[in-house]
């Protein structure tokens, strides 16, 4: 369960971070906050470039942003783009998620508020996992 003063605090964030966007080319800004079981919050935003295949989604930057201050216990990850209905993450962005936590819940929302919520399993069932691989 997390905790929803915090998760206000992350929709906070995520909804200032996606100004910071760099969306030259599709316009289309999104921002991401990801919830650490300690309550430290990191942020991520969309880093387009024109070379359009090299975009890093919000989620993925956000996934840099924790694992840069050796952070992966996440809990939560918030979405938030300013589209009538959620947006959920991009099949890449599920894969990198996925390999922090399949325990995490995935907010998503749109500006004005309307909410989903998923568990990694709902967004990625059957996926491709560190179990996956052979024992090395
Ligand atoms: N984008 C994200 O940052 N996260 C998502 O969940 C979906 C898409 C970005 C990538 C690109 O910069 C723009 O939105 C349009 O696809």
Redesign the pocket.
Known sequence: MIDESLLRTAIEQATLVRRH?Y?P??N???G?ALVAADGTIYR?????NASYGL???????AVTAATADANRAIVCCV?I?DTPEP????GA?RQVLAEVSMDMVVVCRTLSGQEQRFTMHELLPSGFAPSSLPPS
Do not use: K
């Open positions: 966007a969306a080319y599709s289309f800004l999104v991401a991520g935003c969309n880093v387009e975009t890093q989604c919000a989620e993925r930057s979405v783009a947006i959920t993450p991009c962005c």
